[in-house]
């Protein structure tokens, strides 16, 4: 299965963006689907995820701000992005793990969040 974000870009803070990753296969291959970012120097961390029924978590840097969810009949996930501030400057992308517990990652898309 083959994992594709999309969507990043520079947004001034307080702006939104949605980001989206395509599936090659039916989502629900996927236990869990999450978002995980990195900025520069720093770790990445898991921003957001959403299992096969529904459950979704979030960092608490997120909480209240970014919304994800899936779209299981298009193959899609997406990140909704709002309120945006520097700090969540980063490269996001998109992870799904299978039921045998197999990461599948797409390839990044940087977010920018500066004025």
């Known amino acids: 299965v083959q994992l594709q974000a999309s969507g990043g870009g520079l947004v001034q803070p307080g702006g939104s963006l949605r980001l989206s990753c395509a599936a090659s296969?039916?989502?629900?291959?996927?236990?869990?689907m999450g978002w995980y970012r990195q900025a520069s120097g720093k770790q990445r961390e898991l921003v957001a995820s959403?299992?096969?029924?529904?459950?979704?978590n979030y960092t608490d840097r997120v909480k209240g701000r970014f919304t994800i969810s899936r779209d299981n009949p298009k193959k899609l996930m997406y990140l909704q992005m709002s309120s945006l501030k520097p700090e969540d400057t980063a490269v996001y992308s998109c992870?799904?793990?299978?039921?045998?517990?197999?990461?599948?990652w797409g390839r990044g898309t940087l977010v920018t969040v500066s004025s």
């Open positions: 959403i299992s096969s029924g529904g459950r979704t």
């Open positions: 296969e039916d989502l629900l291959v996927f236990s869990a």
């Open positions: 992870n799904g793990r299978t039921y045998s517990g197999k990461d599948r």
